[in-house]
């Protein structure tokens, strides 16, 4: 049966020498996989691997069987075109590392459409701003909203975030805590907006620690996440 849907693209693996398998984040069924034949021949094709740039938004045709985990992807058509993340070398790293982050918590088939809202939402706020050096930063933590998984927010003065129990605090009772600098650095992010206009966040360290600390976030609290591999491109851009 024929579906149609918008689709985020997450990226891609090669399925043989003239295909692929696409995973993507949909608007209506969640995490998908579709497989593309003959992608990499020579022959006139309805979609190119210039069409499948990470993060990319599309409306997309496919064979939707309940019976497979990877359908065949009918068509696409490109319903957002970026004018900057495909072409500022800054926005292509955080771009990738993104793919391959959200590749890496968003595996599951159910459909979740507030969430699919907010990731393309910001990327388009993304793709239109220049005030993004701590944009990565504030997408994963904005996302932990919509996965059930949001750090406790705590105005006092404290030393402590327990990782395992998700709050602020003086006494972790868990093994699995961050103290220092990231701590203040959390409490004055969280819940703020991509635009803010403070002083949080300033210089290459504190952004490296707080990226740290989201991922050792996520391994805790998302079954079978494991750190991108992108991380320390990433990091090389910002230092």
Same mark, same amino acid.
């Given at each position: 049966?024929?579906?149609?849907?918008?689709?985020?693209?997450?990226?891609?693996?090669?399925?043989?020498?003239?295909?692929?398998?696409?995973?993507?984040?949909?608007? /209506?069924?969640?995490?998908?996989?579709?497989?593309?034949?003959?992608?990499?021949?020579?022959?006139?094709?309805?979609?190119?691997?210039?069409?499948?740039?990470?993060?990319?938004?599309?409306?997309?045709?496919?064979?939707?069987?309940?019976?497979?985990?990877?359908?065949?992807?009918?068509?696409?058509?490109?319903?957002?075109?970026?004018?900057?993340?495909?072409?500022?070398?800054?926005?292509?790293?955080?771009?990738?590392?993104?793919?391959?982050?959200?590749?890496?918590?968003?595996?599951?088939?159910?459909?979740?459409?507030?969430?699919?809202?907010?990731?393309?939402?910001?990327?388009?706020?993304? /793709?239109?701003?220049?005030?993004?050096?701590?944009?990565?930063?504030?997408?994963?933590?904005?996302?932990?909203?919509?996965?059930?998984?949001?750090?406790?927010?705590?105005?006092?003065?404290?030393?402590?975030?327990?990782?395992?129990?998700?709050?602020?605090? /003086?006494?972790?009772?868990?093994?699995?805590?961050?103290?220092?600098?990231?701590?203040? /650095?959390?409490?004055?992010?969280?819940?703020?907006?991509?635009?803010?206009?403070?002083?949080?966040?300033?210089?290459?360290?504190?952004?490296?620690?707080?990226?740290?600390?989201?991922?050792?976030?996520?391994?805790?609290?998302?079954?079978?996440?494991?750190?991108?591999?992108?991380?320390?491109?990433?990091?090389?851009?910002?230092?």
């Amino acid at each position: 049966m024929l579906a149609n849907t918008e689709a985020i693209i997450l990226g891609y693996i090669n399925y043989s020498e003239s295909s692929i398998i696409l995973r993507a984040y949909t608007k /209506d069924f969640g995490y998908k996989s579709f497989i593309i034949r003959g992608i990499r021949t020579k022959k006139k094709k309805k979609i190119t691997l210039g069409q499948l740039q990470p993060l990319t938004i599309l409306d997309i045709e496919f064979n939707n069987s309940k019976n497979n985990n990877i359908s065949y992807l009918k068509s696409i058509k490109i319903i957002e075109t970026f004018t900057s993340i495909n072409s500022d070398i800054i926005k292509i790293n955080i771009s990738l590392f993104l793919s391959e982050f959200l590749s890496k918590t968003l595996t599951i088939d159910i459909k979740n459409s507030e969430l699919f809202l907010f990731i393309k939402q910001s990327l388009l706020w993304f /793709d239109n701003s220049n005030n993004i050096s701590n944009f990565h930063l504030l997408f994963i933590l904005k996302l932990t909203n919509y996965l059930g998984i949001t750090p406790k927010f705590s105005s006092e003065k404290v030393s402590f975030f327990d990782i395992e129990n998700g709050v602020f605090t /003086d006494a972790p009772t868990s093994s699995s805590y961050f103290k220092g600098q990231v701590v203040k /650095d959390l409490q004055s992010i969280l819940g703020i907006k991509f635009d803010y206009n403070n002083n949080v966040l300033t210089n290459v360290n504190q952004r490296k620690d707080m990226l740290n600390f989201l991922i050792s976030y996520f391994e805790f609290h998302v079954p079978g996440f494991k750190k991108p591999k992108s991380v320390d491109i990433l990091n090389e851009v910002f230092s």
